[in-house]
């Protein structure tokens, strides 16, 4: 099995010969589409570029204690390979190796260009190529490749910075600032008073890991999130493991979590109150009398407007209720030399603040897009079946579910490339490209209103008001479109090296 630092030759300034697909980002997402090419399409020769010098993108980035998955891993993992791990919300290292053991077991590691950063992307219609142009992190020397279709797996946030909203006071501290997403090796919390600011997913998991140890810790929020407790072990699955076949029972499994979602989700955005009446109500029974559920778990916003986080074991609950964390929404005033200041005028005591407020966006990874010479931004762009861009060419993108497990969309991509390459294949095509219709409605990329979405508005595509041009959170909707619907639907123009079609 490959190591966190898995060796790669250093790439050659250009392949000698184009090759048929470059795959960017050797992440969950990345490694998902390289297998699927291999088995679906083994005669495409690919590549996959990776900034870092390992696999595994965010599992292998996040180091922060308590690091794990906010989706139960029979969707979070990918549809070809069972998750067979006991837990059914994962550690961060447990993700990891998985993803690396389905790179290494497919062959995927030697196709991997690590520690390699693409900076933008030529595409030219005489000679149905893209040329991408990057360089190596290590010396920044250049590297250049060409290849006839481009599949961006990078995520969706920036890996180099977070959210991080600047404090009045901050130099005044005394203690330590750390971010979650550069969490210092070997940081001692033993004993520590904490204070962690937010309330989404890295902060509900951040606070029962650190309370495990610290003196104390408080997640101080400016507004509550939806928290809900889930068990950390799939009792049903683990009996279908021992009365089915690995993959029959992984597959029941899958398809029953998917079903489950999708029925809580849609339950939710028809019956807002009462969903959110049970949810605070079943926040309140897992804390007991010393922490008001109203004020500290009643977001101001429909389930669903944002992300409901998840808590394996009601693990938040259990710290609050043993007093080992407690939770404060209020608003910093400032930052003084041992703590934070709120606007109610109470003090917070602290040795060290994680500033846990949320993820910047980036839905290319900073890869300047060209097309016959003419730059084009993908918020100028309207999103195809939710992973191709208007009057892009031969380019799909991953973005996986925002309301589900982002592998259940990633898998229906990497699918859907496939059948998009062999159709092209079948009918002497070298260029495709979805043509917008100036006659469908301009609607926002993602209907969330959690603050990383409305700072990303004008980086991110826009969806239009009807099919193919939606982009519907939907896996049902997603399957039926890009499994089994029509390649050639009139919306996406066919044609050979010379012009776009």
């Known amino acids: 099995m490959s190591d966190a ?14 090759l048929d697909v470059l795959i960017v980002g050797a992440g969950l997402s990345g490694i998902g589409a390289a297998h699927h090419l291999q088995q679906r399409c083994p005669d495409k020769r690919y590549a996959i570029v990776e900034k870092r010098a390992a696999i595994g993108g965010t599992w292998d980035l996040f180091r922060y204690p308590g690091v794990r998955s906010d989706s139960d891993m029979y969707t979070l993992g990918y549809r070809f390979r069972p998750w067979t791990d006991a837990q059914a919300i994962a550690d961060g290292s447990s993700i990891l190796s998985y993803i690396r053991a389905t790179a290494d077991e497919a062959g995927i590691v030697p196709k991997i260009r690590f520690g390699t950063v693409v900076r933008s992307a030529d595409w030219s219609s005489a000679d149905a190529l893209w040329t991408v142009h990057g360089e190596r992190v290590a010396d920044g020397a250049p590297v250049r490749w060409r290849a006839r279709f ?5 995520g969706y946030y920036d890996y180099d910075e977070g959210y991080r909203p ?13 971010s979650p997403q550069f ?13 962690v600011i937010g309330s989404g997913a890295t902060a509900v998991t951040l606070v029962p890991a650190l309370a495990a140890t610290a003196a104390h810790v408080t997640m101080l929020q400016r507004s509550p999130s939806y928290v809900v407790s889930r068990p ?21 499994t899958r398809w029953k979590n998917v079903l489950v979602g999708a029925f809580y989700y849609r339950l939710a955005r028809r019956r807002p109150e009462q969903v959110k009446q049970r949810i605070v109500a079943m926040a ?4 007991g009398p010393g922490c008001d559920a109203g004020i500290h778990f009643t977001p101001r916003y429909k389930p669903w407007d944002q992300r409901v986080c998840l808590v394996p074991d009601g693990d938040l609950f259990t710290e609050i209720r043993a007093g080992r964390a407690s939770v404060v929404t209020d608003t910093i005033d400032r930052f003084t030399a041992d703590g934070i200041r709120l606007v109610s005028g109470e003090t917070l005591g602290a040795d060290i603040v994680v500033v846990a407020t949320g993820l910047k966006l980036n839905l290319l990874g900073d890869i300047a897009l060209k097309v016959d010479g003419r730059a084009c931004r993908a918020s100028e762009a309207m999103v195809y079946k939710g992973m191709m861009l208007s009057d892009v060419p031969n380019l799909a993108l991953c973005f996986g579910y925002i309301n589900a497990s982002w592998t259940l969309k990633a898998d229906l991509t990497a699918e859907y490339v496939c059948r998009l390459l062999r159709h092209m294949d079948r009918h002497g095509a070298t260029i495709v490209v979805p043509r917008r219709d100036p006659s469908v409605g301009v609607q926002p990329f993602l209907s969330f209103t959690s603050g990383y979405v ?17 982009v519907h959170q939907n896996y049902f909707m997603d399957m039926l479109a890009l499994r089994f619907g029509r390649i050639d639907d009139g919306v996406l123009r066919f044609g050979a090296a010379g012009a776009l079609p």
């Open 183 to 195: 969490w210092p090796e070997g940081l001692d919390v033993a004993g520590k008073r904490i204070v």
């Open 284 to 287: 309140a029974g897992q804390l």
């Open 150 to 154: 481009l599949h961006v797996c990078g």
């Open 232 to 252: 950390r072990r799939d009792a049903l699955a683990q009996w279908l493991r021992r009365a089915l076949p690995e993959r029959l029972a992984y597959a029941a």
């Open 166 to 178: 600047e404090f009045a006071g901050e130099a005044d501290f005394a203690g330590t600032l750390v």
């Open 5 to 18: 630092a898995s060796p790669s030759l250093p790439p050659p300034e250009i392949e000698a010969d184009p």
């Open 454 to 470: 409305q700072r990303a508005s004008e980086v991110l595509p826009k969806q239009g008001t009807r099919r193919p041009w939606q």
